[in-house]
Structure formats: C-alpha cells, structure tokens
C-alpha cells in the first residue's frame, strides 16, 4: 500500500517503522523535508519525505497524526483527498481540540472532500505499537467510521502493526466514544500511575 504520513511524531513515527517493515511504500507529509522530527524514518528505503499535499497525491490512504488543536488546519493542507482512505489516529485532550469539534474526525471530514474516514490507531499509546506483544497476548485495537472500505484498510493495516485485531465499534456518530475510550487508557496510564505498559484485548468467551 502507498501510505501518506501527517504528523511523524510519537505515533506517526512507530506506525511508518512497522508499515515499512511489512513493505508498504511511506510518504511522510512535512512542512521542512530536510529538518523534521522523525527524519531517521528515512533510513527505510521505503520511505521518503514530502510537502503535506505531495505526500498525499502519492498515497492510497493518508494517516493523521498531528495534535488536535491543529486538525482543522491539517485537514486544509491535504489537498484533493478525493478517492484516499483518511485514518484519524488524534484524541482531544482535556479539552485541547479543534476549535468547534467535540472529536477531532468530524473536524477532518467538515474540512476535506473525503467520506471514506475512518478512527483507528487512538487508543493506546506509541510504545504499544511498537511492541504490542504482552507475552503470550497481543493487544487489540478498534476502529469507527461510516466508510466500510477504511474500515478494511484500518484492520489489515493494524494487522501489519503486529495487533491481534481490529474491532468494528460502530459508525461516524462513534468518534467521539473513540477519543473517550483512548481518554480511559490515558487515565490508567498517567494519572492513575499504571505506567504506559497497559493495553486492552478484547475477551470472548
């Protein structure tokens, strides 16, 4: 798959390492493609660096990456998303969001000429997707969105990132209980001191 990066920090940075590993072509979308955070990214002969709207020409499937307060403006950097997959993998936290929007997918949609967006990636923290092996358990991941043709491109991708699975919680008027499920994880994680090494699967019985 040919993936368009926007936002190579924390989360961006481990999904780009993980999808190369699995031989999918990466173009990181930054302002300064010679000074960025993230540019040891490029060590991966699948991967190269970009102007944000670039980037996204090339890709079939654009991951967003970026601090909430800026999706709206990120959203309008895109350019012509017309037939991409959009991945929104933010969280609005303790109210730092885009000005108007009460979860950061909708700003994204309100703002580009896509319909096929998906929330996937934003429940847990970089380090899981790193390693999101637990010993003999590997942790689960969760998508929302109306488009069921992201829905696909999000599991399968999760897949290639070393997740168990990929659970299907519902539609766009799930987005914001996305952004508060990853809101949970935070919680545990920070401010109830379990550390960043937690992680949810789901359990059947």
Known sequence: MKIAII???????ALATKWAQKGHRMY??????????????????????????????????????????????VAQSLGDTTGKILIDSMNIVMGR????????????????NTTDLVKCFNTTG???????RYGSQVLDLF????????KEIARQLALDAGFGACHDIGGNDKFELMEQFAWFWINLAMFQGLGRDIGFA???R
């Open 202 to 204: 789901l359990l059947k």
């Open 97 to 112: 969001g885009p000005e108007g929007y009460r979860n950061t997918a909708q700003a994204i949609l309100d703002h580009t």
């Open 28 to 73: 990181l979308g930054v302002r300064d493609t010679q000074n960025f955070k993230g540019i040891e990214l490029l060590k991966n002969p699948l991967t190269t660096a970009h102007p944000v709207g670039e980037a996204v020409a090339m890709a079939e499937v654009v991951l967003v990456s970026t601090p909430a307060p800026t999706a709206i403006a």
């Open 7 to 13: 936002g190579t920090g924390n989360v961006g940075g």
């Open 143 to 150: 998508v929302a969105g109306d488009s069921k043709r992201g």
């Open 126 to 132: 970089y380090n899981n997707m790193i390693n999101p």
